[in-house]
């Protein structure tokens, strides 16, 4: 009985094996069978996106002419470009803007159809869940869209605007950041933007700009005692002179220097040209006074050179004239020639700086006001003068009688100057400076006659014959 009983077990477990490797084996070759047509279908796999566009189960015919009809559509809009709180449109018809259809539905196509048939299969069931997005590959007037973009700067940027102050009324006027258009991001963007049919609009970088001068540098200037003040006289009845000394000056009024930058008298002031205002008045060229565009420019340049040398400004560029000037001591004075000549000093004391330029009268008077360096002491005297006599030229005139002379120039003796500047701050001396200058002496000029004396005639003795 128990014999039977074994029997009936075994072939039970025997026969339910057998139907289950066979169910399994059904299954396994319907997988196989199932997954071979589904690597064979001429469909693009499940879950690949082409630029917003879900094509995956679509043909290739399908999905270039789905994708043709969504581009036709898509291009007739013009594409959005949002500018901080400003929106602007491009019109992508001006763009000439292609899409290379087939290309990228190929490539959609291509996806899950490799060589390995496992991997295939392994590949195309991860697109499935985890999506596959491939871009657009497309092709534009590169120009068409500079050109925009160079419109779109035009109106977008502005420059920073510094803090400015009014000497007359101590007034402030804030300061103004200014925006730039990010050229190359703005290119990035958009294009990543095209690539794709599903946008709605494209947000630009816009680089902000700082000012350099900020409201509150300016606070801090003290406008009660200026940092260092020099003036000089000129006589107002020459009229144009005068008038150039006030133009000049007026370039310099309430110009702010920031730390660390340079002063350029000639970038500052300009071309002492009549188209910009200036009149005939004397110069100095070639050792003599000649009158010329923009005479009286150097006695500003002047009053500028002493103001900065008490303020213990770094000089960086400065040259004296060829003789000395009436309205500043010697070893004082600073010519200037646009395009030639140039007076240049440098702030660096680290602290903002503002000129005043202004004339009264007779009087061109230039202060610098700013946050004064505690306990600093500057001194400017005349250490050195060293006087050269001038020498003498004679002509001679064959037209001009013997003995008989004509003074044709002066003559004026020159001189050797050394100016010492010495900066002490706490009574410790932290610089010394000299500035040189030499006058060359003009010869004195005299036209010395030549020409014979006339004869006077003999007198004759009238006699008679004895």
Not at 10 to 19: K, S
Not at 90 to 118: C, H, P, S, T
Not at 215 to 233: G, H, M, V
Request: glycine content about 6%.
């Amino acid at each position: 009985m128990r014999l039977l009983h074994f029997h009936l077990f075994f072939n039970l477990r025997y026969y339910l094996v057998i139907t289950i490797l066979t169910l399994l084996s059904l299954i396994g070759l319907s997988t196989g069978i199932l997954s071979a047509t589904y690597l064979l279908s001429d469909q693009i796999c499940e879950g690949v996106n082409i630029a917003g566009i879900e094509v995956g189960g679509w043909t290739k015919e399908e999905a270039e002419k789905g994708i043709q009809l969504r581009v036709k559509e898509r291009i007739k809009r013009p594409l959005i470009i949002k500018v901080g709180d400003k929106r602007y449109s491009l019109d992508l018809k001006e763009l000439n803007l292609r899409y290379d259809i087939q290309e990228v539905v190929a490539q959609a196509y291509r996806v899950g159809r490799g060589k390995e048939f496992f991997a295939n299969l392994k590949r195309r069931r991860y697109i499935a869940k985890f999506k596959k997005r491939l871009p657009f590959e497309f092709s534009l007037n590169p120009q068409a869209l500079e050109n925009y973009l160079l419109t779109l700067s035009e109106v977008v940027n502005c420059k920073a605007r510094d803090a400015h102050l009014s000497l007359k009324t101590q007034e402030i006027i804030k300061e103004e950041v200014g925006k730039r258009l990010d050229k190359e991001s703005s290119l990035r963007r958009i294009k990543e933007s095209l690539s794709s049919l599903d946008w709605e609009e494209v947000e630009l970088e816009v680089i902000k700009i700082e000012p350099e001068i900020k409201f509150e540098d300016l606070r801090k200037i003290n406008l009660k005692t200026p940092l260092s003040s020099y003036a000089t006289k000129f006589n107002p009845a020459e009229r144009n002179r005068s008038h150039n000394i006030k133009l000049a000056a007026e370039a310099i009024d309430e110009y702010i220097l920031s730390p660390g930058k340079a002063f350029s008298y000639n970038q500052i002031v300009g071309p002492r040209q009549m188209k910009y205002g200036y009149k005939e008045a004397p110069v100095i060229i070639k050792g003599k006074l000649v009158p010329a565009e923009g005479g009286g420019a150097c006695q500003v340049s002047s009053t500028l050179f002493n103001v900065a040398l008490l303020a213990g400004l770094k000089v960086i560029e400065r040259v004296p004239h060829t003789f000395p000037s009436a309205y500043v001591p010697l070893g004082r004075d600073a010519t200037v020639d646009y395009g030639n000549i140039d007076l240049k000093f440098k702030n660096d004391i680290k602290k903002i700086l503002v000129f005043s330029a202004k004339v009264r009268g007779s009087e061109l008077k230039i202060e610098i006001f700013g946050e004064r360096p505690r306990e600093r002491d500057v001194k400017v005297t005349t250490i050195y003068k060293e006087r050269i006599g001038h020498g003498i030229k004679e002509i001679e005139d064959t037209h001009l009688e013997e003995g008989k002379e004509i003074v044709e120039e002066k003559g004026r003796n020159g001189y050797k100057v050394k100016l010492l500047r010495v900066i002490r701050l706490g009574g410790k001396e932290v610089q010394r400076k000299t500035f040189y200058s030499l006058y060359k002496p003009m010869d004195k000029v005299v036209r010395v006659g030549r020409k014979p004396k006339p004869i006077s005639p003999r007198s004759t003795v009238h006699g008679h014959s004895p």
